[in-house]
C-alpha cells in the first residue's frame, strides 16, 4: 500500500493549489485521513484531517482558507488551498491511517509535495 500525493508547485500570495493524494493498493479501511506540513528546522504540523464520516479538524491558520475533502469511493483526500500566504510554504504530507487488513493497522505518509508560495 503507498500513496501517491500530486498537486504541489509554486504560487503568488493570494492564489490557490489543490493538493490530492491517493491510496494504491489493496486496503481494507481508511480512517482518517490529512495533510501536514513541514519547514526545514521546525516540526512537523497538522493542516487539516478528516475522517471517514467526515468531520474535519483544521489548525488556525488554516481555516477559512482550506479545506479538506476526500473520496470513499477511490480513497483518495483532497486539500484545497485558497488565499495563499508565503508562510504557507512548505513540503505537505499526505498522511492516511486505517486498517490494510483485519488485524492489521497502518499509518502511512506521502513522500511529501513542495508548495512555494512568493510574495
Do not use: H
Not at 482558507?65 to 485558497?82: A, E, G, H, P, W
Request: hydrophobic letters at 35%.
Amino acid at each position: 500500500v503507498q500513496l501517491q500525493a500530486s498537486g504541489g508547485g509554486s504560487v503568488q500570495a493570494g492564489g490557490s493549489l489543490r493538493l490530492s493524494c491517493a491510496v494504491s493498493g489493496s486496503i481494507f479501511r481508511v480512517n482518517s485521513m490529512g495533510w501536514y506540513r513541514q519547514v526545514p528546522g521546525k516540526q512537523r504540523e497538522l493542516v487539516a484531517t478528516i475522517t471517514s464520516g467526515g468531520n474535519t479538524n483544521y489548525a488556525d491558520s488554516a481555516k477559512g482558507r482550506f479545506t479538506i475533502s476526500r473520496d470513499n469511493t477511490k480513497n483518495i483526500v483532497v486539500l484545497q488551498m485558497n488565499s495563499l500566504k508565503p508562510d504557507d510554504t512548505a513540503v505537505y504530507y499526505c498522511n492516511v491511517q486505517g486498517w490494510i487488513t483485519r488485524t492489521s493497522y497502518m499509518d502511512l505518509w506521502g513522500k511529501g509535495t513542495l508548495v512555494t508560495v512568493s510574495s
